[in-house]
Nanobody, 127 residues
């Protein structure tokens, strides 16, 4: 069992940056591949980025590629999401997730594939 806690959300103007963090307790985070997802009001939860256990492989949704960076510090048991050039339409609750139960690029992008979830952190981008 692992408990995930996100932080770093807030209000930012369009074009600004935020850095989200996901801290884990209960288990060593290096055991798990990790993902970030987001959910806007009235919309389904969508894939943002994912990272493998060592941090050597990352993948991004096309909409955030080149602007967002996922990273991890296994010694500190944290995963981060650096978000630059934020857009108003990216206002959402952002969630970190751990331990995908199926492998493969498409599977890693499915929210239903992850076993553990944080409570989410609100990101609001004003236009």
């Amino acid at each position: 069992q692992v408990v995930l806690v996100e932080s770093g959300g807030g209000l930012v103007q369009a074009g600004g940056s935020l850095r989200l963090s996901c801290a884990a307790s209960g288990r060593t985070l290096s055991t798990y591949a990790m993902g970030w997802f987001r959910q806007a009001p009235g919309k389904e939860r969508e894939f943002v980025a994912r990272i493998n256990r060592s941090g050597s492989i990352t993948d991004y949704a096309d909409s955030v590629k080149g602007r967002f960076t996922i990273s991890r510090d296994n010694a500190m048991n944290t995963v981060s999401l650096q978000m630059n050039s934020l857009k108003a339409e990216e206002t959402a609750v952002y969630y970190c997730a751990a331990n995908p139960t199926s492998s493969g690029r498409d599977a890693y992008r499915q929210s239903g594939n992850y076993e553990y979830w944080g409570q989410g952190t609100q990101v609001t981008v004003s236009s």
